[in-house]
């Protein structure tokens, strides 16, 4: 165990040191009070820009955010069955109330609603102010949420989990973390907003080659699935990045499972492999467990 | 060429125009009129209340998450009480294990233990133009039976004791309903509604239709889906048969003649149903029968040894040693068929058979279960089994698709169950379809041919089970 935490170390360190040198937004300026601070961030400006040009299609379900309502029927099943344990004859409509879950780079809102409508009491934050309140006029059509609306805020997650540590029973980054500056500082930030015992549930793309020719190359400049420049090769983590920044910040993964998309069937399965995407399933320990 | 083609042009936009008109005018039809007419909302409508559509319902009212939506049963035939009379009704479904496990799932098979069932644990199936034969056995294949011989009367009676009673709260049942109409999504504008218009000006309006109302179904027409079909030429005569012995009866026959397969389904010691397909001539002949002449016409059917080829018969013996050198069962241990000592009175009558195969079975918001999407010859026993195979996947799927909190119209279970129905039905059907084409020839190598297929079939374990297992899931 500790010649692979040094293995993920050393990996972590080399990436590390060799990101920092090309990749300059991880530290962006902000102007507070008429003085100059440098703040720390993880918005990556260029990539909330990106996402906030396509907002109109975002809840078009035939339009350029195609993959991502067909990735709800993988992904809100995971979050579900990752955070309750039904018996098939006792399942309810509801599996998920009276879990407070947070959405971290919720964009359109597209699993917000898919997860409040299984009853969670869902917070959207995203960094883009468009995106906020498409998701919030978006999320009054639908009338199965009247009673439960995802609430939206525009905000970046270092500052909510400032003002909500320990909050959330579960949060979830899908298909955030490749968009995101400062990987640390996000994930610590994740860690933070989530309860001792709670979950974190990360999608994302893997940095392989495969995935840089398929998934970029391929999806985004000839196929055209998905928007040209979604993508930057170079700021996606690979699940031995993310494991070790996560047990850093005193939490266990659980689970790392692939997933494969097609495009032609617009269908997600999952995957043996993890060479393209992967779903990460971590629990945030409590003092006792570490202290064990 | 050119003239043809601005010719469709102009067909193509006349439609748009007429639909689009059409559009309109039901828009505001179901916004002035038919608002104040709609007697009640519903999620699911299922229309038709045979035994598929009543399981269907009973399933749906059983599921933890179906339980939660409204539903609704139309049947077109009143309510009638119903009497378990002492003599067998002519018509009777053969049920295969895997129905067995969705009516206990749901509580019905206790229902129809409490009433009357014959358990099936051998069948035998020969061939009247040669000596080759198969046989099925429970104890060496599945352990269990192989099927049940259960009254279609029996069977709608438990289902619909269990669908009425207070375990199920969700589902109303509108009997005697005539359906007038079906008002597709699209006519409505973009709200997903089906709307169902009854005969008598009422209306009900629906998310999900579910089309359960059989072979010349309504709600397949109103899909406009493409529907493969023929007709076999033949008719099933039925009759309720008294046996010339008692016997512990528990086996099935099947006898394929050149005029198609005479098949004899036990109901108990000393009674059996008849299910004997034949040419619509003979058949019309057949009815008009005396009783007796009608026995002795079938126990012909039974026994009466038909023409048969040399060279067919050396092949089968041939076959048979080699088998039995290399310690296969060679099919020789032929078991006799009961004698029939007399038709129970008036219980004869005749269906049409056909094959029919709807290339859709969903639609935006519509389905469609049991012989509405699929309709198979009866010589494999299999035709109501796929309905109710229907019945499990699609409540399965509606059932998943609300636990992931998606809408019961959502196209993923829809195709989900599209694709998974139509990969085991579509092989049964045309398996059915080619035993029953293939045992209609009397040429020689056709003859050969199946024999061997035959003895080879039942000497071999491994396929045997295939078989076995596919019919039963």
């Known amino acids: 165990m500790k010649n692979h935490s040094l293995t993920y170390l050393k990996m972590f360190l080399s990436r590390n040191l060799s990101s920092q040198g090309y990749k300059c937004p991880s530290r962006a300026f902000a102007t507070l009070n008429n003085k100059t601070a440098i703040k720390e961030t993880t918005i990556d400006q260029s990539h909330v820009d990106k996402h906030s040009k396509i907002a109109k299609e975002w809840w078009d379900p035939n339009g350029k955010m195609i993959a991502l309502h067909s990735y709800n029927l993988l992904r809100v099943p995971y979050i579900r069955d990752g955070l309750v344990i039904e018996e098939p004859f006792k399942r309810t409509l509801t599996p998920l109330s009276n879990k407070k879950i947070l959405d971290v780079g919720c964009g359109g809102g597209i699993l917000s609603e898919a997860i409040a409508r299984l009853g969670a009491n869902v917070t959207g934050i995203d960094a883009s102010s468009e995106l906020i309140e498409l998701a919030s006029d978006h999320c009054k059509l639908d009338p199965k949420l009247v009673d439960n609306r995802p609430s939206y805020h525009c905000t970046t997650i270092e500052e909510h989990s400032q003002s909500f540590p320990d909050h959330y029973d579960a949060v979830v980054a899908s298909e955030v973390i490749e968009h995101v500056a400062n990987k640390e500082l996000f994930v610590s930030s994740l860690v933070r907003a989530v309860k001792p015992g709670g979950k974190l549930f990360v999608t994302t793309p893997n940095r392989t080659r495969p995935m840089q020719i398929l998934g970029i190359c391929v999806a985004e400049h000839i196929l055209r699935v998905v928007p040209v420049n979604t993508h930057d090769y170079e700021m996606f983590i690979t699940p031995n990045e993310l494991t070790f920044l996560l047990e850093k910040n005193n939490c266990h993964v659980q689970a790392i499972h692939g997933m494969m998309y097609y495009p032609v069937v617009n269908r997600w399965t999952w995957s043996s492999s993890t060479t393209f995407m992967y779903a990460l399933q971590a629990e945030k320990l409590t003092d006792e467990d570490s202290n064990v | ?473």
């Open chain 2, 1 to 473: 060429m050119v003239l043809c083609r601005v010719n469709s042009l102009n067909n193509l936009l006349m439609t748009r125009i007429s639909t689009h008109a059409r559009n309109v005018s039901t828009t505001r039809l179901s916004g002035d009129n038919t608002q104040d007419k709609v007697k009640g909302k519903y999620d699911i409508i299922i229309a038709g209340g045979g035994m598929v559509g009543c399981t269907l319902a009973c399933a749906m009212g059983k599921n933890s998450l179906l339980s939660k939506l409204k539903i609704l049963l139309l049947e077109g035939s009143p309510d009638k009480k119903f009497v378990l009379k002492p003599e067998y009704s002519n018509r009777v479904v053969a049920l295969n294990q895997n129905t067995k496990s969705l009516m206990n799932s749901i509580d019905v098979w206790p229902h129809v233990e409490n009433m009357r069932l014959q358990p099936v644990r051998h069948m035998q199936v020969w061939d009247a133009c040669s000596e080759a034969l198969i046989s099925f056995s429970s104890s060496d294949i599945l352990d269990d039976d192989v099927a049940y011989i259960v009254e279609n009367d029996v069977l709608l009676e438990a289902i619909n004791k269990e669908l009425k009673s207070n375990a199920i709260q969700n589902v109303d049942i509108v009997y005697g309903a005539k359906i007038a109409g079906y008002d597709s999504p699209k006519a409505l504008g973009r709200e997903m509604r089906n709307l169902v218009k009854m005969e008598n000006g009422d209306c009900y309006s629906c998310d999900l239709l579910i089309g359960a109302d059989g072979v010349n179904s309504k709600v397949r027409q109103s899909m406009g889906v493409q529907y493969v079909s023929w007709d076999y030429d033949q008719m099933g005569v039925v009759a309720t048969l008294h046996l010339a012995e008692e016997c512990e009866n528990t086996t099935a026959w099947q006898r394929f003649l050149p005029s198609g397969p005479v098949a004899l389904l036990p109901l108990n010691s000393t009674t059996s149903s008849l299910v004997w397909s034949m040419g619509t001539a003979q058949a019309k002949h057949v009815l008009s029968l005396s009783d007796e002449s009608f026995v002795d016409e079938l126990n012909d059917a039974l026994w009466k040894q038909y023409p048969r080829s040399s060279a067919v018969d050396a092949c089968v013996s041939w076959v048979g040693a080699a088998l039995r050198r290399a310690g296969l069962p060679d099919g020789a241990q032929r078991q006799l068929p009961p004698s029939v000592r007399a038709a129970a009175p008036a219980s004869r009558a005749a269906f049409p058979l056909g094959f029919g195969h709807s290339a859709r079975y969903v639609a935006p918001a519509r389905a469609l279960v049991g012989d509405a999407a699929h309709r198979v010859h009866p010589l494999a026993g299999q035709g109501v089994n796929l309905g109710f195979g229907d019945v499990k996947d699609l409540t399965q799927f509606l059932s998943d698709a609300l636990y992931a909190g998606l809408d019961i119209t959502h196209p993923s279970p829809l195709e989900k169950y599209e694709s998974g129905r139509q990969r085991h039905n579509v092989p049964t059907q045309l398996a059915s379809d080619a035993l029953c084409r293939l045992y209609s020839l009397q040429l020689v190598p056709a003859v050969l041919a199946r024999s061997v297929g035959l003895q080879l079939t039942n000497a071999l374990h491994p396929i045997k089970k295939m078989i076995m297992s596919h019919a039963t899931t």
